[in-house]
T-cell receptor, first 111, second 115 residues
Framework: SQTIHQWPATLVQPVGSPLSLECTVE??????LYWYRQAAGRGLQLLFY??????ISSEVPQNLSASRPQDRQFILSSKKLLLSDSGFYLC??????????FGPGTRLTVL | DQQVKQNSPSLSVQEGRISILNCDYT??????FLWYKKYPAEGPTFLIS?????DKNEDGRFTVFLNKSAKHLSLHIVPSQPGDSAVYFC??????????????FGQGTILTVHP
């Protein structure tokens, strides 16, 4: 069966510091991968998606970037965090016939 | 522009009764719709989906209805259980069935089921 992992689970970072969130998927090959964010009191917003290694599409302009160095690894990064980057970050993988399926998420607080 | 809307922020239901969660959309290109359940500090859990070629899909206690002419879908939970208490998100995609991950989400509805 497929499993999706995210780490860390929680993160508190100062404004201006860098960020790296990692997501890995097990049990599937060549998945579509996605980064979503849920800001406080709001729904989920798609940030990035990837259909293959090195292929990244950005859905909204922002202070973040994404990379896919391996087939089942997806990384969300920032060089300098802003207060507005705080939120709950969710990685997901796409499948036909059901889902997509989300990971457990990372709670990021920027102070 | 909110393309997917859940106009009820919260819903309170007695255990054993029916819960009906509603969702409206504006983008006529959406052809696949999903419902997710989310607990605090956890990722959303996929519940049920429906393609635009259908008007109803049922899975156990969960049934999703789609009214394309009204651009409206609803999730029915029968019977409701206290463990169903969570935030429910409606989501939609216009990917033509090839990529279900690029979703547009509603704001969510908090469901509380009282014993």
């Amino acid at each position: 069966s497929q499993t999706i992992h995210q780490w860390p689970a929680t993160l508190v970072q100062p404004v201006g510091s860098p960020l790296s969130l990692e997501c890995t998927v097990e049990g599937t090959s060549n998945p579509n991968l996605y980064w979503y964010r849920q800001a406080a009191g709001r729904g989920l917003q798609l940030l990035f998606y990837s259909v293959g290694i090195g292929q990244i599409s950005s859905e909204v302009p922002q202070n973040l970037s994404a990379s896919r160095p391996q087939d089942r690894q997806f990384i969300l990064s920032s060089k300098k965090l802003l207060l507005s980057d705080s939120g709950f970050y969710l990685c997901a993988w796409g499948a036909t016939g059901g889902g997509p399926f989300f990971g457990p998420g990372t709670r990021l607080t920027v102070l | 522009d909110q393309q997917v809307k859940q106009n009820s922020p919260s819903l309170s239901v007695q255990e054993g009764r029916i819960s009906i969660l509603n969702c409206d959309y504006t983008n006529s290109m959406f052809d696949y719709f999903l419902w997710y359940k989310k607990y605090p500090a956890e990722g959303p859990t996929f519940l049920i989906s429906i393609s635009s070629i259908k008007d109803k899909n049922e899975d156990g206690r969960f049934t999703v209805f789609l009214n394309k002419s009204a651009k409206h879908l609803s999730l029915h939970i029968v019977p409701s259980q206290p463990g169903d208490s969570a935030v429910y998100f409606c989501a939609a995609t216009d990917a033509g069935g090839t990529s279900y991950g690029k979703l547009t989400f509603g704001q969510g509805t908090i469901l509380t089921v009282h014993p």
